[in-house]
């Protein structure tokens, strides 16, 4: 298998019968970013509002006792971000729709389940607190890659797909 040169990553998408083909890694912007976290908040309402009936039906079929998953609700963030960055496309609707995905930087490999749940868990940490918050984004403007505080303490980037 070849190397791919500096700043590209292997593409993993290409049939068994043909040379892996190097995608340049080109590191996302933080507007693009924003706006992709702006429309994942009306997909998580939504993606919410969809388990919250599920787990009320599911109560009523078991007589009450599936009424204790709604201690699940306020993870839905955290799990939408697993279920869609950890899948086969590694982004989430938002992302998607703003062209981009996560990354490990080093292999251009796809992130995790586990990973990506981490990584949505320290960002709404990051953002439940304005402290943290700020210096995870003071470390997007600083750093030329615009990787954010959350994103360098698992060793992921989000990039252009």
Known sequence: MLNPPPGYAERLDTPGYLPPMP?????????ARTVAYLLDILFIFGFSILLWLAIAVLGVITFGLGWTLFAVLPASGVLYSAITVGGARQSTL???????????????????????????????????????????????????DRRLGHDLLLGLAVVRS
């Open 94 to 144: 938002g992302m998607r729709m703003m062209g981009l995905r996560v990354v490990a930087p080093e292999s251009g490999r796809r992130v995790d389940f586990i990973t990506a749940a981490v990584h949505a868990l320290l960002f709404y940490v990051a953002v439940s607190t304005f402290l943290l918050w700020f210096v995870d984004i003071v470390f997007g403007f600083a750093r030329s």
């Open 23 to 31: 995608v340049p890694m080109v590191r996302a912007s933080l507007g």
